[in-house]
């Protein structure tokens, strides 16, 4: 692969991942997909291969684990694969009350989301800045920018990517780009894997993941520190910040705790 046109795309297995890696292919990217699972990233691989002619490695890692992301980069260097486009997609979230979470869940999200997210960036801008160039997409959610009851310790995760972000713009600028996507309701399957409960207004601003992909992808060659996807979501998100915070949290708290108890 020519090391310039290179992307690394993680939680490459499915829905938001999918899209990046079928967007990256279409600006000529060649893709290193990861995640869990490799017979769905198979699938995926020839089938851009086939659709955009571009080489496709997958290669499959668990990076809820501890060392998961170190691993993950000693066998892309072993390989010879320097990405210098990062997309860090993997995520996961927990929807229940906090004091009911199962630990080993809680903990295996809390790495995934932050501390694999954290290494992973750390190795790929380090190796960017010494390559004088690279880009950085790590995505965030709507719930970064408020309180969220019922998905606590998911939010604050995303809040913890949003400020991670907006701060390594600054700061490994201008070799390496970082560009926060802050996407609001998809159905990705994220609804299964998390016993999170769209309301219909809810499911009402969903917008496809090749959307959302797009929009963060050109915000990030644009150089844009952060992107929330969607107009709706846009204004949530500014209502967010405007509001005292714990006006909001009591607010989504009526209705998620409503939700949680009619479902």
Do not use: W
């Amino acid at each position: 692969m020519d090391s310039e046109k290179v992307a690394l795309v993680t939680g490459a297995s499915s829905g938001l991942g999918t899209a990046f890696a079928e967007d990256l292919a279409l600006r000529g990217y060649g893709l290193v997909l990861t995640a869990r699972g490799a017979d769905a990233m198979e699938v995926l691989a020839k089938r851009i291969r086939d659709s955009h002619g571009v080489d496709v490695v997958v290669q499959p890692a668990d990076l809820s684990k501890p060392q998961g992301a170190r691993e993950l980069c000693a066998t892309l260097d072993a390989q010879g694969l320097a990405p210098r486009v990062v997309v860090n997609n993997a995520g996961v979230g927990l929807n229940e009350r906090f004091v009911e979470h199962d630990s080993d869940r809680l903990a295996s999200m809390l790495q995934l989301n932050i501390l694999a997210l954290t290494e992973l960036t750390r190795v790929c801008g380090q190796r960017m800045m010494a390559a004088e160039g690279g880009h950085i997409l790590l995505v965030a959610s709507l719930a970064a920018y408020m309180p969220t009851p019922l998905m606590a310790a998911y939010g604050a995760s995303k809040s913890y990517i949003l400020s991670l972000g907006e701060a390594l713009h600054v700061e490994l600028a201008p070799k390496v780009g970082v560009t926060v996507l802050s996407p609001g309701y998809m159905e990705t399957g994220f609804d299964a894997a998390s016993g999170f409960r769209p309301t219909p207004a809810t499911r009402r601003t969903a917008l496809p993941p090749e959307k959302v992909a797009r929009i963060g992808l050109d915000a990030l060659f644009k150089g844009r520190p952060s992107v929330v996807a969607g107009n709706a979501n846009k204004i949530a998100a500014t209502i967010g910040t405007l509001l005292p915070r714990t006006f909001t949290a009591r607010q989504l708290s009526r209705a998620a705790g409503e939700r949680y108890r009619i479902q």
